[in-house]
């Protein structure tokens, strides 16, 4: 199964504070921007091979960390910039959704996540099964502060599903399971009707929301079905270090290829069978989910991963490095976006060591060739133009 990563990455100068992405930019094809001026984000082409993506991942992070190097400014693998920042709209879409949401746009303009889209094989059961996976996010969980206060262990997740008012959840929270692709799109059609009333309601025109979004984007939830692009779509990481973000790109993808042959089902003890893969009734995935993002990797997470075929203690959540403190002040998150600036370029440094070796065995991967489609999958005008949310 191919896959492709997009990965949201924060811009600070030398004293830790955000700053433009605009220089980042420009450093390499793969590096586009994001819907605020501090995001960059890299999109990456499809591809079979994790070690060909770690490989390619390294290249790109590596052209982009050496120019903004030249400029001052640095890479920060954050879910959030840990203090509640306010940065610049860039996009039209993006003014045309402050409109919509209005203040509470600022739980999506503070945070940096991971997109991984998926071939689609049989999108509905692969849509269920990554709902169900959906504790998987803590472990690599980034960031557990949001605008200074520690909120919960993945403080990104908590924020962007439920920071804002209770009117716009549908379109931010996990969504229960979709049964048939029927429901599914009946779903669909229902919360771009219910997109389109809010919009009108805040004064956007029936025909802006036709030109700036589809029927499959108007929802920015955890796992979307991108008929548009052939894909699933799990959004549910933090942005993170890309040796991690790789391992689980695939550690999921592993999980997701035995659709092909078995049913994903409902039951009371979920995991992976010889027959079916079983997923918890939804009620009981929520209170899981709601237990990883406040409390991260506790034994019964773990524990609900193992069923699946995940090793945790494969992982090392950046967020197990910060402090306990209940707050965090300007000047300790400046030197932390710092510190994690560094951990970021050593990572990059250990992926260049390790695997450039084996690189002349791997045949490199081609799909990015066509400008046209930035990583095989996102059309890179709609990127281009009006970001992501």
């Given at each position: 199964?191919?896959?492709?990563?997009?990965?949201e990455?924060?811009?600070?100068?030398?004293?830790?504070n955000?700053?433009?992405?605009?220089?980042?930019?420009?450093?390499?094809?793969?590096?586009?921007?994001?819907?605020?001026?501090?995001?960059?984000?890299?999109v990456l082409?499809?591809?079979?091979?994790?070690?060909?993506?770690?490989?390619?991942?390294?290249?790109?992070?590596g052209?982009?960390?050496d120019?903004?190097?030249?400029?001052?400014?640095?890479?920060?693998p954050?879910?959030t910039?840990?203090l509640?920042?306010?940065?610049?709209?860039?996009?039209?879409?993006?003014?045309?959704l402050?409109?919509?949401?209005?203040?509470d746009?600022?739980?999506?303009?503070?945070?940096a996540?991971s997109?991984?889209h998926?071939d689609?094989?049989?999108p509905?059961?692969?849509?269920?099964?990554?709902t169900?996976?959906?504790?998987?996010?803590?472990?690599?969980?980034?960031?557990?502060?949001?605008?200074?206060r520690?909120?919960?262990?993945a403080?990104?997740v908590?924020?962007?599903?439920?920071g804002?008012?209770?009117?716009?959840?549908?379109?931010?929270?996990?969504?229960?399971?979709?049964?048939?692709?029927?429901?599914h799109?009946k779903?669909?059609?229902?919360s771009?009707?219910?997109?389109?009333t809010?919009?009108?309601d805040s004064?956007v025109?029936?025909?802006?929301?036709?030109?700036?979004f589809?029927?499959?984007?108007?929802?920015?939830?955890?796992?979307?079905?991108r008929?548009?692009?052939?894909?699933?779509?799990?959004?549910?990481?933090?942005?993170?270090?890309?040796s991690?973000?790789t391992?689980?790109?695939f550690?999921?993808?592993?999980?997701?290829?035995?659709?092909a042959?078995?049913?994903v089902v409902?039951?009371?003890?979920p995991?992976?069978?010889?027959g079916?893969?079983?997923?918890?009734?939804?009620?009981?995935?929520?209170?899981l989910?709601?237990?990883a993002?406040?409390d991260?990797?506790?034994?019964?997470?773990?524990?609900?991963?193992?069923a699946?075929?995940?090793?945790?203690?494969a992982?090392?959540?950046?967020?197990?490095?910060?402090?306990r403190?209940?707050?965090?002040?300007?000047?300790?998150?400046?030197?932390?976006r710092?510190?994690?600036?560094?951990?970021l370029?050593?990572?990059?440094?250990?992926?260049?060591?390790?695997?450039?070796?084996?690189?002349q065995?791997?045949?490199?991967?081609?799909?990015?060739?066509?400008?046209?489609?930035?990583?095989?999958?996102?059309?890179?005008?709609?990127?281009?133009?009006?970001?992501?949310?």
């Amino acid at each position: 199964m191919k896959l492709g990563l997009e990965v949201e990455y924060w811009v600070i100068d030398d004293e830790g504070n955000l700053t433009s992405a605009e220089e980042v930019i420009r450093a390499h094809e793969y590096v586009i921007p994001e819907f605020v001026d501090s995001l960059a984000e890299i999109v990456l082409p499809p591809m079979e091979s994790r070690v060909a993506l770690e490989i390619t991942f390294a290249d790109v992070l590596g052209a982009v960390l050496d120019v903004a190097a030249a400029h001052g400014t640095h890479l920060v693998p954050l879910g959030t910039p840990l203090l509640e920042e306010s940065p610049p709209v860039l996009s039209k879409r993006g003014a045309t959704l402050e409109r919509i949401y209005g203040d509470d746009l600022r739980f999506a303009k503070n945070v940096a996540g991971s997109h991984i889209h998926f071939d689609q094989t049989n999108p509905v059961a692969q849509a269920n099964l990554l709902t169900a996976l959906d504790p998987a996010l803590a472990l690599v969980a980034s960031s557990p502060y949001y605008d200074g206060r520690r909120t919960a262990t993945a403080a990104r997740v908590a924020a962007y599903r439920r920071g804002m008012d209770e009117r716009f959840h549908r379109f931010r929270d996990l969504q229960p399971y979709a049964l048939t692709p029927d429901a599914h799109a009946k779903r669909v059609r229902q919360s771009f009707v219910s997109f389109l009333t809010l919009a009108v309601d805040s004064g956007v025109s029936e025909a802006a929301v036709y030109e700036q979004f589809s029927h499959e984007n108007v929802s920015h939830s955890p796992v979307r079905i991108r008929d548009d692009l052939g894909t699933v779509e799990w959004r549910a990481p933090d942005t993170a270090l890309p040796s991690k973000l790789t391992q689980l790109a695939f550690d999921i993808g592993g999980i997701l290829e035995e659709t092909a042959a078995k049913p994903v089902v409902v039951g009371t003890e979920p995991g992976l069978y010889s027959g079916a893969i079983v997923i918890p009734p939804f009620e009981s995935l929520q209170r899981l989910s709601n237990e990883a993002i406040a409390d991260g990797l506790t034994p019964r997470v773990r524990t609900y991963l193992e069923a699946f075929g995940i090793d945790p203690t494969a992982y090392s959540p950046l967020v197990d490095r910060f402090p306990r403190a209940a707050v965090i002040s300007p000047d300790e998150a400046r030197s932390r976006r710092l510190e994690f600036a560094r951990l970021l370029k050593a990572d990059v440094d250990m992926l260049n060591a390790t695997r450039r070796p084996v690189e002349q065995f791997i045949e490199r991967n081609t799909a990015g060739d066509d400008r046209s489609q930035m990583n095989g999958f996102v059309d890179s005008v709609e990127k281009q133009h009006s970001g992501s949310v």
